[in-house]
């Protein structure tokens, strides 16, 4: 592989890892700092390394967190073998073994455990629908829709252009084009990407497809900032644990 | 004692219980499974470093075991706080004698039974002579109306068992109920859920406080504190305690957030008021996590900033602070504050540590470059 080939293939690693959320923070792993190292052979093997903000982080979400990682990465072309390493967790040695042989979770745990992940996964990726969703209906709100009117748009009915986002409207097209703005509503809008159908509304209440009731859709929104509160608290709390813990000296 | 005095010129005496204190001993000595004694301390650490002022700080060593001596100076002589309770950690299958052991903590309230509370902790994997202790405990321990009232449930408690692990365990359990059944007949009303990593089974998310919903919807009559106010799950604690009115915010770990975080402070008591109001938040300073000195201060000067009190339609006013600092959690644990006030005067304590009334002037620490919230 030439010198190039290996510095391309590396920010498509990077690139599919700022994919990969921390469930329960909603924000990439690239971003938070958990990728320590990487480095990729000539013939195509990763090598990767990860670190959480504590030594306690819970089993199953590392755990879900580092089978993403290996999934997306292996997809890649020109990747023949990925190896995760996680440094400095309770239970790195079982974790790293398991993510490395492509056991599941409940493989990995046996009795301790009691079946895999998937209702977990679903209970965080909804809360993580709903904070994504309440931060664009803040978002829209100052560029003149209600929270009702969000309601009627359609997933066609937002397209982006370039570094902006145009949502179509009876009232006319309406061009979003602040960073932070175009990122909130982004951030919703490809994680409805993921969601069935893919043609529907725009607003969708949970991992089905099913959209918010009209009537209830002013309370449901305070539930969805409760649920925007906690990932910000969490994460805002995860940063200033890693930085502290970077920082320490060994007793 | 301190009085809290307002730019108005307003004066309110406040009475401050901390509901979460430990003396903990992490020393290396007490290292039973060295990488995990080390690990928890070292993520104390942490949490420490990461939200004190700087100057408040201590070197590894003093933080690992500082001792009581330390400890009543800190929270009694500098700290503000009138009455600690003790949430003992026992965490038995990491450190030789526990992290915070239950009889250490006996001693130090034999000695300043008005300043310190005592509280217990059981775990229903100990069965029937965790059941037999406990009421030894409220026979030696029960010394105040208020003395051996509570007890830390930490579910996340790793114990050896049948040669293997077990890495937690739950509230709803029959077992669990059990020893709330214990603790009703021995009039321990306060039950202290704490959740951390680890649960049993592990695909389950351990920090759900479904089970303590359950325990506290069959056990109407006693009152359930979620200590770190449910983090890393506000939400479901939002949900759980807009429902069942025994349940407590316990602002242990959150309450830190006031200093280098003020915009996340002020969020998180939005909320708080918001879906539970002022009557069932309860402070802490969590020492030796964070110093009440600076959290008190910091909490009095603390103001929501408007377009909080706007979008959620409440305030923290002082007499509102007065409640999270001391009131609300003397309602719970039955501390009647005048008579403390009586007990307090010129008792051991205060001859020791040379207590003297001292007043907080709210609003001019700000100005002196104290962070308010932004």
């Given amino acids: 592989m030439t010198q190039d080939a290996q510095v391309e293939l590396k920010q498509n690693v990077l690139r599919a890892l700022s994919t990969v959320t921390d469930p329960e923070l909603d924000e990439p792993i690239t971003d938070l700092g958990f990728v320590k190292d990487l480095s990729i052979s000539n013939d195509g093997r990763v090598s990767l390394d990860l670190v959480t903000s504590t030594f306690w982080c819970s089993p199953n979400f590392v755990y879900m967190m580092l089978e993403e990682a290996r999934d997306v990465v292996s997809k890649l072309g020109g990747i023949n073998e990925v190896r995760v390493h996680l440094d400095g967790h309770h239970d790195s040695d079982r974790i790293n073994e398991a993510i490395n042989a492509g056991k599941s979770f409940s493989d990995c745990y046996g009795a301790e455990a009691n079946g895999n992940l998937v209702e977990l996964n679903r209970m965080i990726r909804t809360r993580a629908l709903r904070s994504r969703l309440f931060s664009m209906a803040m978002t829209l709100s100052k560029h003149g829709f209600s929270p009702e009117q969000l309601l009627d748009l359609s997933q066609q009915d937002v397209t982006f252009d370039g570094d902006s986002i145009v949502i179509r409207s009876p009232g006319g097209a309406v061009s979003i084009s602040d960073f932070e703005d175009v990122r909130s ?18 607003v969708v209440w949970d991992l089905d497809g099913n959209p918010p009731k009209r009537d209830g859709f002013g309370s449901a929104l305070k539930e969805a900032r409760l649920a925007r509160a906690n990932f910000s608290l969490n994460a805002e709390m995860c940063r200033a644990l890693l930085e502290s813990r970077l920082n320490r000296e060994q007793p | 004692m301190i009085t809290a005095e307002t730019p108005d010129g307003k004066k309110q005496d406040l009475f401050i219980v901390d509901y979460h204190f430990h003396i903990w001993n992490a020393a290396k000595e007490n290292w039973l499974r060295a990488d995990l004694a080390k690990g928890w301390i070292n993520c104390f650490y942490d949490y420490t470093k990461a939200l004190s002022p700087k100057e408040y700080v201590w070197d590894w060593d003093t933080y690992a075991y500082y001792g009581e001596e330390k400890a009543l100076k800190d ?7 009138d009455m600690a309770i003790f949430e003992p950690q026992t965490l038995n299958y990491f450190y030789h004698k526990g992290f915070s052991n239950v009889d250490a903590i006996g001693g130090y309230v034999t000695k300043w039974p008005d300043r310190l509370v005592m509280g217990s902790r059981w775990d229903p994997r100990d069965g029937e002579a965790g059941k037999a202790l406990l009421e030894e405990q409220v026979k030696k321990f029960r010394i105040r109306p208020f003395q051996m009232r509570n007890v830390k449930l930490y579910t996340a408690e790793w114990k050896q068992e049948n040669g293997g692990i077990s890495r937690g365990w739950r509230l709803d359990s029959p077992e669990a109920f059990k ?57 479901d604690f939002c949900w759980v305690a807009t429902q069942d009115k025994n349940i407590y915010a316990g602002m242990a770990v959150a309450m830190a957030f006031v200093h280098t975080r003020p915009r996340y402070f002020a969020e998180m008591m939005a909320n708080l008021l918001y879906w539970l109001g002022p009557d069932r938040i309860l402070f802490s300073a969590d020492y030796a996590l964070w110093h009440p000195k600076w959290v008190i201060e910091d909490f009095l000067n603390f103001e929501l900033p408007e377009d909080l009190k706007k979008e959620y339609g409440v305030d923290l006013t002082m007499e509102i602070k007065k409640k999270i600092l001391g009131e609300n959690a003397a309602k719970v644990w039955g501390i009647d504050i005048e008579q403390q006030k009586k007990a307090q005067k010129n008792d051991a304590l205060s001859k020791k540590l040379h207590l003297q009334p001292g007043t907080i002037r709210v609003g001019e620490a700000a100005k002196k470059g104290r962070p308010v919230a932004r």
């Fill in chain 2, 179 to 235: 020893f709330l059944e214990k603790n009703r007949e021995l009039g321990i009303n306060v039950q202290v859920a704490h959740k951390g990593p680890t649960v049993w089974p592990l695909d389950k998310d351990a920090f759900d406080i479904g089970d303590v919903d359950t325990a506290a919807t069959s056990f109407p009559d006693m009152k359930f504190v979620v200590t770190h106010i449910g983090l890393p799950r506000l939400d």
């Fill in chain 2, 75 to 81: 929270v009694f002589g500098d700290g503000h706080v």
């Fill in chain 1, 185 to 202: 509503v982004s951030r919703y809008v490809r994680f409805r990407e993921r969601i069935q159908p893919s043609d529907g509304p725009l």
